[in-house]
């Protein structure tokens, strides 16, 4: 049996306005294997986003948008697939985590009544009463400990951080083979964004969930995922093992954007013997300057 979840052959998007055709995404090629963590890097524009709609099968149907090329999961071509085929794969055997948690969830439904919905699709008829003991485990699982209170809530109730960890047990509920996480944590601080990244790895490794995680953070990147592939203006410009993208970086957008990120010098605040020569060293380097000095 193969380990292939998805795999993604010659794919390209383009609008049809009034007047002209407009290219999106051109050529794009990217697999995935079973429990791998997989990352999409590229600036805001690129065509991360538009990828994961087309895999859970939102563009097709749009109007003026010409998809081409084949997206495969489990073997399965999601372009022949039929809309019911489709939809019954969301939510199950295809999950995923959007930017903002707080505005991906129906804001007029508590958060039991969704956790029921997204449950019933792994297990049809499952009753109410089940659906919210197997939810409060769920929780558990992302660290909230208020079983009771969150699920009696809004998601306009819940602090930014709290829906990002129900977001993350709602995407993971029925176990799926495939999560994307389109930018997870973009709208939380820094700490916040931290630990819940750290809960959806853990979870992810303990499932065996293969995952494409969308993100312009190469910092996190580097710590989460197995492989990277690098995009820009919908193409992809390299891929590799995250060692390799970061060691031995080729193309230069991938050196731009590793240029643009601020390096934190190698002593730790913590592990310094003496305090005081930390002032001594640049704090941050950007290009060919040092800041600090």
């Known amino acids: 049996m193969s380990d292939s979840i998805l795999d993604i052959q010659n794919l390209s998007l383009s609008f049809q306005g009034l007047t002209e055709t407009v290219d999106v995404l051109d050529n794009i090629n990217l697999s995935i294997n079973r429990g791998e963590r997989v990352a999409l890097v590229g600036a805001s524009g690129s065509g991360k986003s538009v990828i994961a709609r087309i895999i859970l099968g939102l563009l097709q149907s749009q109007k003026g948008a010409i998809?081409?090329?084949?997206?495969?999961?489990?073997?399965?071509?999601?372009?022949?697939?039929?809309?019911?085929?489709?939809?019954?794969?969301?939510?199950?055997?295809?999950?995923?985590?959007?930017?903002?948690?707080?505005?991906?969830?129906?804001?007029?439904?508590?958060?039991?009544?969704?956790?029921?919905?997204?449950?019933?699709?792994?297990?049809?008829?499952?009753?109410?009463?089940?659906?919210?003991?197997?939810?409060?485990?769920?929780?558990?699982?992302?660290?909230?400990?208020?079983?009771?209170?969150?699920?009696?809530?809004?998601?306009?109730?819940l602090s930014g951080g709290m829906n990002q960890r129900v977001m993350i047990a709602l995407a993971l509920a029925n176990k799926p083979a495939l999560l994307i996480a389109d930018e997870p944590g973009t709208a939380l601080d820094v700490t916040v964004q931290a630990q819940t990244?750290?809960?959806?790895?853990?979870?992810?490794?303990?499932?065996?969930?293969?995952?494409?995680?969308?993100?312009?953070?190469?910092?996190?990147?580097?710590?989460?995922?197995?492989?990277?592939?690098?995009?820009y203006k919908g193409r992809i410009v390299e891929s590799g093992s995250t060692s390799s993208i970061f060691e031995n970086t080729k193309h230069p957008y991938t050196k731009a954007l590793m240029n643009a990120v601020p390096k934190i010098t190698s002593k730790s605040f913590f592990d310094a013997s003496d305090d005081s020569s930390l002032f001594k060293q640049p704090a941050f380097h950007h290009k060919d300057r040092e800041i600090g000095q």
């Open 67 to 157: 998809v081409k090329g084949s997206v495969r999961f489990r073997g399965i071509e999601l372009e022949a697939a039929t809309g019911n085929q489709i939809e019954s794969l969301r939510g199950r055997e295809i999950s995923m985590i959007f930017q903002d948690p707080t505005s991906s969830m129906n804001p007029v439904y508590k958060i039991g009544t969704i956790f029921h919905e997204i449950l019933n699709r792994g297990t049809h008829n499952i009753s109410k009463k089940l659906a919210l003991i197997k939810a409060s485990k769920l929780l558990e699982e992302v660290s909230i400990t208020e079983f009771k209170r969150v699920l009696e809530s809004y998601p306009f109730q």
């Open 197 to 231: 990244l750290k809960l959806m790895h853990n979870l992810v490794k303990k499932n065996n969930t293969a995952v494409l995680f969308i993100s312009h953070n190469l910092g996190v990147v580097r710590q989460f995922a197995d492989r990277v592939y690098v995009i």
